[in-house]
């Protein structure tokens, strides 16, 4: 009993890959007419995250825990991230994560710009 216990992951990681050298989509998340932050994707590197707007205060990176909730469980169902954000887009939602708008998807050539627009 006083050795140490050392565990292995086995299988595929929680999370989709939070960094892409490709272009990405996204869809702003929104509570009345607050931005919270946005929801984003890249199917070529299995990428997606959620980027919350500092200028929306401490409510923008509390959604982000429920959003990211959301984006797990759709990698835990073995969901592409377009697929985990639209489906999320559709299904989720309330006062507290705000709701996301998917019907404003947008596209950029870069996670850095998206990085940029949320300290807008």
Do not use: C
């Not at 595929?12 to 890959?17: E, V, W």
């Amino acid at each position: 009993m006083d050795s140490d216990v050392h565990f292995k992951r086995v299988g595929d990681s929680l999370y989709y890959t939070k960094q892409t050298e490709h272009s990405i989509d996204y869809v702003p998340i929104v509570r009345e007419d607050l931005t919270l932050g946005y929801l984003w994707y890249n199917d070529e590197d299995a990428a997606a995250g959620y980027i919350p707007r500092p200028l929306a205060g401490d409510d923008a990176f509390n959604a982000g825990v429920s959003w990211s909730q959301e984006l797990r469980g759709g990698k835990a169902r073995g969901l592409t991230p377009s697929q985990a954000v639209l489906q999320a887009a559709a299904n989720s939602g309330n006062s507290h994560m705000g709701w996301a708008h998917a019907d404003e998807s947008r596209h950029l050539e870069h996670l850095a710009s998206l990085k940029a627009l949320a300290e807008k």
